[in-house]
């Protein structure tokens, strides 16, 4: 068993694809260290979507360790539209995007064109926006447009394919940011009961808000993970943390949508914000993105890594390494080896933990600051809905593992993308100290904790007509019941 202090801190989430949907892989993964499994719903089937998560659900029973599953759903998205081979376009060369074509006059045969999935992109897009293709690797200029047709000059030359997605820098799009795809496909979500629904391109947090009825509607405890893909969510990065339960910094869409030297800036702002206030965060996207191909890292990766894990991120992300990748265990392994190395470089100098305004972040405090001042001791937790979990794991505490005991399936999962939480499930709660008693037994026979760890516990007592919040210091025993 491993020892105690073992516990990464940083989470892993990976996404499944060609390269690791089977069982075999999945029991590997998970294994390895693998948090939450990601589903990426851009291009997936109901069938499929169904039959993958009962198989995680299986893979993680088999392997002895629970896992969250996380549902990514599309959002609005705006495409080409099909093409009968590809288009070489030119430095200089006028093309246009064609918006409405059962409304098209006549055009020059001189000037080339293609079909937009989105008829108002005309009404949201002005002369002189840029129009990003193909993750930006095509640049054009808006000249002019009318009902039909957004006209456009080249300034990066490239190949146009078909379907290939449309970025727009600073272009308020008025799309749904819960399209009729995404209720589909959270309805499956949510009669399979996945853990996490990611809301694409959210904006402002009213979208938030829509999917959160949405899943209340449903009676769906799955929790929200806002991603920030453009410029419009840096906007409202402050009211979108406080609205949503995970943030996702998603460094794809959001790199193309920003000036590349303002990426950075954007990552670190968002993760202090989320420390700032107890919210989890998630760094996603070209984290190993070499090692799709290569059994290896390049050295800026590892070193990106190992900042999130320095601005204590609680999860990074793995998408395309484990998807279409060569090398998906690899990733896993890589991720928890430099996770693993830079959270022992943070634990030789311990921060102050934060400060936060209510009196129960102040207790949480309390306990984070004992556990920094007892050596070899953990913080024992004891969380129905995975809110005393979160408040202590905001603090950071940088050598205590937090180990949460809950009597929920759901929160335990829920905890699985929170940084330096390890959860357990305990059922039912009894009274206080048979509780205690039996946690304590179960780490003990779990090899969670040993003899002579001082256990700092966390917990609060509901009497008649008020809530009572408990710090123990209590010492291991073999002999303990």
Known sequence: MPSTHSLRRTKIIATLGPATESEAMLGQLITAGVDVVRLNMAHAKHDWTRLIIRRIRTAAQKAGRDVAIMMDIKGPEIRTGELTEPLDLKVGEIFDFTVRPETEPKRSAEIRSVDVNYPDLVNDIKVGDTVLVDSGQIRLVVLGKDQAHIRCR????????????????GVHINLPSFTAKDRADTIVGVEEGVDFIALSFVREASDIEKLRLFLKERNSHARIVAKIEDQSAINNLDEIIRATDVLMVARGDLGIEVPLQELPVIQRRAVRTCLAIGRPVIIATHMLESMITQPMPNRAEITDVANAVYEQADCVMLSGETTIGKYPLECVRILDTIARRIEAEQAIDIAEPAVFISERMKVFRAAVVLANEIPRSLIVVFTRHGTNASGLAAHRPPHAPILAITDCV??????????????????????????????????????????????????????????????????????SP
Do not use: C, W, Y
């Open 154 to 169: 080249v300034l990066t030359p490239g190949s146009l394919t078909s379907r290939r997605h449309i970025n727009l820098p």
């Open 410 to 479: 759901e929160t335990m999962r829920h905890l699985r993308i929170v940084r330096a939480v390890e959860p357990f499930l305990l059922t039912p709660f009894s009274n206080p100290e048979a509780t205690i008693e039996r946690a304590i037994a179960s780490l003990l026979k779990l090899g969670r904790v040993r003899d002579g760890d001082k256990l700092i516990i966390v917990s609060d007592i509901q009497t008649k007509d008020r809530r009572i919040d408990s710090i123990q210091l209590r010492e291991v025993f073999s002999a």
